[in-house]
Protein backbone atom coordinates (compact mmCIF):
# COMPACT_ATOMS: atom_id res chain seq x y z
CA UNK A 1 0.00 0.00 0.00
CA UNK A 2 0.87 3.64 -0.33
CA UNK A 3 3.18 4.72 2.36
CA UNK A 4 2.75 7.77 3.99
CA UNK A 5 3.30 7.35 7.58
CA UNK A 6 6.28 6.30 9.99
CA UNK A 7 3.94 3.25 11.02
CA UNK A 8 3.10 1.54 7.72
CA UNK A 9 6.02 -0.90 7.34
CA UNK A 10 5.95 -1.59 11.31
CA UNK A 11 2.05 -3.59 10.72
CA UNK A 12 3.14 -7.04 11.39
CA UNK A 13 5.82 -6.03 14.43
CA UNK A 14 4.47 -6.13 18.14
CA UNK A 15 1.79 -8.33 20.25
CA UNK A 16 -1.06 -6.26 20.80
CA UNK A 17 -3.68 -7.38 22.99
CA UNK A 18 -6.31 -10.07 21.68
CA UNK A 19 -9.29 -8.40 20.60
CA UNK A 20 -8.15 -4.89 20.49
CA UNK A 21 -5.59 -5.08 17.41
CA UNK A 22 -7.60 -5.08 13.87
CA UNK A 23 -10.82 -3.48 14.84
CA UNK A 24 -10.84 -0.32 12.88
CA UNK A 25 -8.92 -2.06 9.42
CA UNK A 26 -11.91 -4.80 9.81
CA UNK A 27 -14.55 -2.68 9.63
CA UNK A 28 -12.53 -0.50 6.72
CA UNK A 29 -12.53 -4.36 4.86
CA UNK A 30 -15.75 -5.44 5.48
CA UNK A 31 -16.85 -1.63 3.92
CA UNK A 32 -14.98 -2.73 0.91
CA UNK A 33 -16.23 -6.51 0.19
CA UNK A 34 -20.20 -4.84 0.49
CA UNK A 35 -18.97 -1.96 -1.95
CA UNK A 36 -17.88 -4.74 -4.22
CA UNK A 37 -21.46 -6.78 -3.22
CA UNK A 38 -19.51 -9.55 -2.19
CA UNK A 39 -20.22 -12.25 0.08
CA UNK A 40 -17.47 -13.06 2.63
CA UNK A 41 -17.32 -16.62 0.83
CA UNK A 42 -16.99 -15.01 -2.28
CA UNK A 43 -14.54 -12.30 -1.80
CA UNK A 44 -12.35 -15.60 -0.02
CA UNK A 45 -12.42 -17.42 -2.85
CA UNK A 46 -11.43 -14.73 -4.74
CA UNK A 47 -8.19 -13.67 -2.08
CA UNK A 48 -7.99 -17.82 -2.45
CA UNK A 49 -8.53 -17.35 1.40
CA UNK A 50 -10.40 -19.11 4.12
CA UNK A 51 -13.68 -17.54 4.78
CA UNK A 52 -12.89 -18.21 8.26
CA UNK A 53 -10.14 -15.67 7.69
CA UNK A 54 -12.00 -13.19 5.87
CA UNK A 55 -14.89 -13.18 9.05
CA UNK A 56 -11.98 -13.26 11.98
CA UNK A 57 -10.49 -10.27 10.03
CA UNK A 58 -13.66 -8.39 9.71
CA UNK A 59 -14.59 -8.61 13.39
CA UNK A 60 -11.26 -8.31 14.80
CA UNK A 61 -10.32 -11.39 15.97
CA UNK A 62 -7.73 -11.54 13.41
CA UNK A 63 -5.32 -8.73 12.85
CA UNK A 64 -4.81 -7.77 9.77
CA UNK A 65 -2.03 -5.70 11.29
CA UNK A 66 -0.05 -9.35 11.93
CA UNK A 67 -0.54 -9.70 8.11
CA UNK A 68 3.57 -9.46 6.28
CA UNK A 69 3.46 -6.24 4.27
CA UNK A 70 4.21 -8.34 0.85
CA UNK A 71 0.95 -9.92 1.16
CA UNK A 72 -0.51 -6.67 2.30
CA UNK A 73 0.14 -5.50 -1.20
CA UNK A 74 -0.93 -8.70 -2.78
CA UNK A 75 -4.33 -8.19 -1.26
CA UNK A 76 -4.41 -4.63 -2.32
CA UNK A 77 -3.66 -5.61 -6.33
CA UNK A 78 -6.11 -8.21 -5.87
CA UNK A 79 -8.89 -5.52 -4.46
CA UNK A 80 -8.09 -2.89 -6.76
CA UNK A 81 -8.70 -5.34 -10.04
CA UNK A 82 -12.07 -6.19 -8.24
CA UNK A 83 -13.14 -2.64 -8.35
CA UNK A 84 -12.56 -0.59 -4.73
CA UNK A 85 -12.59 2.69 -4.69
CA UNK A 86 -8.97 3.65 -4.13
CA UNK A 87 -10.08 6.40 -1.51
CA UNK A 88 -11.25 3.24 0.42
CA UNK A 89 -7.82 1.21 0.14
CA UNK A 90 -6.36 4.66 1.39
CA UNK A 91 -8.33 4.21 4.36
CA UNK A 92 -7.57 0.78 4.84
CA UNK A 93 -3.93 1.60 5.33
CA UNK A 94 -4.93 4.59 7.68
CA UNK A 95 -7.13 2.08 9.64
CA UNK A 96 -3.90 -0.47 9.90
CA UNK A 97 -2.03 2.57 11.56
CA UNK A 98 -5.29 3.56 14.00
CA UNK A 99 -4.61 -0.17 14.84
CA UNK A 100 -1.58 -0.27 15.71
CA UNK A 101 -1.84 3.24 17.82
CA UNK A 102 -5.02 1.80 19.55
CA UNK A 103 -3.46 -1.17 20.48
CA UNK A 104 -0.02 0.38 21.69
CA UNK A 105 -2.62 3.09 24.13
CA UNK A 106 -4.34 0.10 25.33
CA UNK A 107 -1.10 -1.63 26.24
CA UNK A 108 -0.78 -1.44 30.38
CA UNK A 109 2.05 0.05 31.52
CA UNK A 110 3.55 0.34 28.36
CA UNK A 111 6.05 3.53 28.74
CA UNK A 112 5.20 7.37 28.10
CA UNK A 113 8.60 7.48 25.92
CA UNK A 114 7.94 4.46 23.37
CA UNK A 115 4.60 5.71 22.78
CA UNK A 116 4.56 6.10 18.66
CA UNK A 117 1.82 8.75 18.45
CA UNK A 118 4.78 11.34 19.25
CA UNK A 119 6.74 9.71 15.85
CA UNK A 120 4.86 12.07 12.95
CA UNK A 121 2.17 14.79 13.29
CA UNK A 122 -1.03 12.94 12.45
CA UNK A 123 -3.13 14.04 9.70
CA UNK A 124 -7.31 13.91 9.44
CA UNK A 125 -7.02 11.03 7.68
CA UNK A 126 -5.45 9.06 10.48
CA UNK A 127 -6.64 10.74 13.19
CA UNK A 128 -10.52 10.10 11.79
CA UNK A 129 -10.79 6.29 11.84
CA UNK A 130 -8.41 6.09 14.69
CA UNK A 131 -11.12 8.67 16.71
CA UNK A 132 -13.98 5.92 15.04
CA UNK A 133 -14.27 3.76 18.06
CA UNK A 134 -14.06 6.65 20.15
CA UNK A 135 -17.13 9.12 18.63
CA UNK A 136 -19.21 6.66 16.53
CA UNK A 137 -18.17 9.00 13.48
CA UNK A 138 -17.56 6.95 10.48
CA UNK A 139 -14.05 8.71 8.75
CA UNK A 140 -14.97 10.91 5.59
CA UNK A 141 -14.24 8.45 3.06
CA UNK A 142 -16.72 5.62 4.47
CA UNK A 143 -19.56 8.68 4.79
CA UNK A 144 -19.65 9.44 1.07
CA UNK A 145 -19.97 6.32 -0.17
CA UNK A 146 -23.48 4.84 -1.95
CA UNK A 147 -25.41 2.18 0.52
CA UNK A 148 -24.25 -1.32 0.00
CA UNK A 149 -24.49 -3.38 -3.37
CA UNK A 150 -26.14 -6.29 -1.60
CA UNK A 151 -28.19 -5.30 1.81
CA UNK A 152 -26.80 -6.94 5.12
CA UNK A 153 -28.37 -10.01 6.53
CA UNK A 154 -28.64 -10.08 10.07
CA UNK A 155 -27.13 -7.56 12.90
CA UNK A 156 -23.57 -6.25 11.66
CA UNK A 157 -22.07 -3.89 13.64
CA UNK A 158 -22.09 0.24 12.04
CA UNK A 159 -18.21 0.35 13.34
CA UNK A 160 -15.42 -0.78 15.43
CA UNK A 161 -16.09 -1.05 19.02
CA UNK A 162 -14.76 -0.79 21.42
CA UNK A 163 -16.13 -2.23 25.35
CA UNK A 164 -16.74 0.43 28.09
CA UNK A 165 -13.62 -0.76 30.13
CA UNK A 166 -11.07 -0.08 26.93
CA UNK A 167 -12.66 2.79 26.01
CA UNK A 168 -11.74 3.73 30.12
CA UNK A 169 -8.49 2.18 29.58
CA UNK A 170 -7.78 4.12 26.54
CA UNK A 171 -8.88 7.30 28.06
CA UNK A 172 -6.44 6.74 31.14
CA UNK A 173 -3.58 6.36 28.87
CA UNK A 174 -4.25 9.46 26.86
CA UNK A 175 -4.24 11.49 30.02
CA UNK A 176 -1.09 9.84 31.89
CA UNK A 177 0.66 9.92 28.65
CA UNK A 178 -0.39 14.05 28.43
CA UNK A 179 0.88 14.63 32.04
CA UNK A 180 4.08 12.54 32.17
CA UNK A 181 5.37 13.49 28.74
CA UNK A 182 7.11 16.96 29.14
CA UNK A 183 9.88 19.01 27.96
CA UNK A 184 10.57 20.31 24.09
CA UNK A 185 11.01 16.56 23.02
CA UNK A 186 8.03 15.59 24.24
CA UNK A 187 5.78 18.09 23.14
CA UNK A 188 4.04 16.64 20.13
CA UNK A 189 3.76 13.45 22.04
CA UNK A 190 1.68 15.56 24.67
CA UNK A 191 -0.15 17.74 22.43
CA UNK A 192 -1.81 14.86 20.37
CA UNK A 193 -2.11 12.86 23.39
CA UNK A 194 -4.41 16.57 24.64
CA UNK A 195 -6.22 16.11 21.04
CA UNK A 196 -7.56 12.42 21.53
CA UNK A 197 -8.53 13.14 25.22
CA UNK A 198 -10.80 15.70 23.93
CA UNK A 199 -12.81 12.49 22.30
CA UNK A 200 -13.73 11.76 25.99
CA UNK A 201 -17.40 12.24 26.75
CA UNK A 202 -16.64 12.84 30.49
CA UNK A 203 -18.30 15.51 32.39
CA UNK A 204 -14.90 17.06 33.36
CA UNK A 205 -13.07 16.35 30.21
CA UNK A 206 -13.30 20.51 29.22
CA UNK A 207 -11.85 21.43 33.02
CA UNK A 208 -8.99 18.74 32.82
CA UNK A 209 -8.02 20.50 29.45
CA UNK A 210 -8.39 23.89 30.55
CA UNK A 211 -6.26 22.71 33.24
CA UNK A 212 -3.76 21.10 31.08
CA UNK A 213 -3.31 24.01 29.36
CA UNK A 214 -2.52 26.43 32.61
CA UNK A 215 -0.27 23.86 33.92
CA UNK A 216 1.92 23.82 30.67
CA UNK A 217 5.68 25.72 30.86
CA UNK A 218 6.27 28.28 29.34
CA UNK A 219 7.38 27.90 25.62
CA UNK A 220 7.73 30.23 22.69
CA UNK A 221 4.48 31.69 20.75
CA UNK A 222 4.31 28.56 18.59
CA UNK A 223 3.47 26.40 21.44
CA UNK A 224 1.06 28.82 23.47
CA UNK A 225 -0.75 29.03 19.79
CA UNK A 226 -0.89 24.88 19.55
CA UNK A 227 -2.07 25.40 23.11
CA UNK A 228 -5.04 27.43 22.63
CA UNK A 229 -6.25 26.25 19.54
CA UNK A 230 -6.39 22.77 20.94
CA UNK A 231 -8.27 23.85 23.67
CA UNK A 232 -10.67 25.50 21.38
CA UNK A 233 -10.97 22.89 19.00
CA UNK A 234 -12.00 20.29 21.76
CA UNK A 235 -14.62 23.11 23.30
CA UNK A 236 -16.04 23.43 19.78
CA UNK A 237 -16.50 19.86 19.45
CA UNK A 238 -18.24 19.26 22.62
CA UNK A 239 -20.78 22.46 21.55
CA UNK A 240 -19.15 25.32 23.11
CA UNK A 241 -18.31 28.05 20.41
CA UNK A 242 -16.91 30.48 22.70
CA UNK A 243 -13.38 29.30 23.00
CA UNK A 244 -13.24 29.35 19.46
CA UNK A 245 -14.50 33.20 19.53
CA UNK A 246 -11.88 34.12 21.66
CA UNK A 247 -8.87 31.56 19.74
CA UNK A 248 -9.74 33.45 16.52
CA UNK A 249 -10.43 37.26 17.93
CA UNK A 250 -6.86 37.25 20.47
CA UNK A 251 -4.72 34.65 18.86
CA UNK A 252 -4.83 34.93 15.11
CA UNK A 253 -6.88 38.21 14.28
CA UNK A 254 -4.37 40.39 13.11
CA UNK A 255 -1.26 38.37 13.47
CA UNK A 256 0.48 37.87 10.22
CA UNK A 257 2.72 34.85 12.00
CA UNK A 258 -0.17 33.34 13.82
CA UNK A 259 -2.45 33.44 10.41
CA UNK A 260 0.21 31.94 8.59
CA UNK A 261 0.65 29.33 11.96
CA UNK A 262 -3.04 28.63 11.03
CA UNK A 263 -3.25 28.36 7.19
CA UNK A 264 0.00 25.56 7.35
CA UNK A 265 -1.66 23.78 10.09
CA UNK A 266 -4.81 23.28 8.08
CA UNK A 267 -2.93 22.61 4.92
CA UNK A 268 -1.23 19.75 6.67
CA UNK A 269 -3.94 18.59 8.47
CA UNK A 270 -6.40 17.49 5.24
CA UNK A 271 -2.99 16.54 3.32
CA UNK A 272 -2.93 19.21 0.71
CA UNK A 273 1.28 19.89 2.35
CA UNK A 274 3.47 17.71 0.18
CA UNK A 275 5.70 15.80 3.32
CA UNK A 276 4.71 14.29 6.79
CA UNK A 277 6.09 16.05 9.31
CA UNK A 278 8.18 14.71 12.27
CA UNK A 279 7.41 17.97 14.48
CA UNK A 280 5.18 20.79 14.73
CA UNK A 281 8.00 23.60 13.43
CA UNK A 282 6.88 23.84 9.93
CA UNK A 283 3.26 25.36 11.34
CA UNK A 284 5.36 28.27 12.58
CA UNK A 285 6.78 28.93 8.98
CA UNK A 286 6.74 33.19 8.94
CA UNK A 287 4.58 32.49 5.51
CA UNK A 288 1.91 30.12 3.97
CA UNK A 289 4.20 26.44 2.60
CA UNK A 290 4.42 25.77 -1.16
CA UNK A 291 0.86 24.38 -1.63
CA UNK A 292 -1.98 25.58 -3.90
CA UNK A 293 -4.56 25.72 -1.50
CA UNK A 294 -7.35 24.11 -4.07
CA UNK A 295 -7.84 21.69 -1.50
CA UNK A 296 -7.45 23.55 1.64
CA UNK A 297 -10.92 25.65 -0.32
CA UNK A 298 -12.51 22.54 -1.01
CA UNK A 299 -12.31 21.32 2.86
CA UNK A 300 -13.48 24.55 4.12
CA UNK A 301 -16.51 25.24 1.73
CA UNK A 302 -17.86 21.77 2.82
CA UNK A 303 -17.51 22.88 6.25
CA UNK A 304 -19.55 26.09 5.72
CA UNK A 305 -22.48 25.25 7.96
CA UNK A 306 -23.69 27.83 10.79
CA UNK A 307 -24.75 25.24 13.02
CA UNK A 308 -20.92 23.27 13.16
CA UNK A 309 -18.33 24.40 15.73
CA UNK A 310 -15.93 25.34 13.40
CA UNK A 311 -18.05 27.32 11.16
CA UNK A 312 -16.23 30.77 12.56
CA UNK A 313 -12.58 29.17 12.30
CA UNK A 314 -13.47 27.88 8.85
CA UNK A 315 -14.65 31.09 7.81
CA UNK A 316 -11.87 33.63 8.90
CA UNK A 317 -9.33 30.67 7.10
CA UNK A 318 -11.44 30.82 3.99
CA UNK A 319 -10.92 34.60 4.48
CA UNK A 320 -7.26 34.66 5.33
CA UNK A 321 -6.76 32.07 2.34
CA UNK A 322 -8.21 33.91 -0.45
CA UNK A 323 -5.90 36.91 1.08
CA UNK A 324 -3.18 34.60 0.43
CA UNK A 325 -3.82 32.72 -2.75
CA UNK A 326 -6.17 34.85 -4.35
CA UNK A 327 -6.03 32.41 -7.53
CA UNK A 328 -8.00 29.55 -6.07
CA UNK A 329 -11.48 31.48 -6.80
CA UNK A 330 -10.23 31.74 -10.30
CA UNK A 331 -9.44 28.02 -10.74
CA UNK A 332 -11.47 26.53 -7.65
CA UNK A 333 -14.41 25.33 -9.96
CA UNK A 334 -17.22 23.09 -8.44
CA UNK A 335 -16.15 24.65 -4.86
CA UNK A 336 -15.63 28.57 -6.29
CA UNK A 337 -19.39 28.02 -7.20
CA UNK A 338 -20.85 26.55 -4.28
CA UNK A 339 -19.12 29.54 -2.05
CA UNK A 340 -20.47 32.17 -4.67
CA UNK A 341 -24.60 30.53 -4.32
CA UNK A 342 -23.64 29.83 -0.46
CA UNK A 343 -22.19 33.56 1.06
CA UNK A 344 -25.19 35.15 0.39
CA UNK A 345 -27.63 32.80 2.36
CA UNK A 346 -25.26 32.60 5.14
CA UNK A 347 -25.41 36.73 5.71
CA UNK A 348 -28.79 36.13 6.15
CA UNK A 349 -28.13 33.87 9.50
CA UNK A 350 -29.25 36.19 12.10
CA UNK A 351 -26.58 34.90 14.87
CA UNK A 352 -23.16 35.37 13.45
CA UNK A 353 -20.97 37.32 15.02
CA UNK A 354 -19.86 40.64 13.62
CA UNK A 355 -16.24 39.47 12.93
CA UNK A 356 -17.69 36.63 10.64
CA UNK A 357 -19.99 38.82 9.17
CA UNK A 358 -17.32 41.50 8.05
CA UNK A 359 -15.03 38.53 7.04
CA UNK A 360 -18.19 36.63 4.66
CA UNK A 361 -18.68 39.56 3.57
CA UNK A 362 -15.27 40.27 2.32
CA UNK A 363 -15.17 37.04 0.61
CA UNK A 364 -18.57 37.69 -1.30
CA UNK A 365 -16.52 41.32 -2.40
CA UNK A 366 -13.21 38.22 -3.56
CA UNK A 367 -15.53 36.77 -5.34
CA UNK A 368 -16.92 39.56 -7.42
CA UNK A 369 -13.24 40.85 -7.75
CA UNK A 370 -12.56 36.89 -9.28
CA UNK A 371 -15.66 37.01 -11.57
CA UNK A 372 -15.06 40.55 -13.15
Given at each position: ??????L????GRG??????????S??????I???????????A?????????????E????A??A??V??????R???????TV??????L???????V????????????D????G?????????E???W????V?????R?????????????P????????????F????????E???G?DA??L?R?????S?????V??A???????RT??????L???????????VAA????????????SR?L?????A????L?YW???????????????F??S????????H?????????L???????????H???T??????NVL?S?G??AR?L??????????????A???????????A??????
Amino acid sequence: MQSNSPLTLHAGRGRPAKGRSGIVSGSVFRVIREQLGLTQDELAEQLRLSTDTVAGWESGRRALTAVPVGQILIYRHQLMRLGTVPALLLALERAMEADVLLASALEDGAPVDQNPLGAWVMQRDLVEVLAWPLNGVAPTPLRRLPPPARPRRGPVPTGPELSAADRQRFFSQMRRTAEEARGADAFLLRRQALYLSGYDDQVDTADWLAHQQRTERPGGWLTNWLNSRSVAAVAARQGDREYMGHFISRTLHDDDAAEAANLNYWAYWIGEAPHIQLSDDFIGSPSPGPWSGHKLMDHLVRGLTPDHGFFDLNVHTLWTLLAARPNVLRSGGASARTLRDRVPVMLDERELSARTRRELDAIRYAIRLAEA
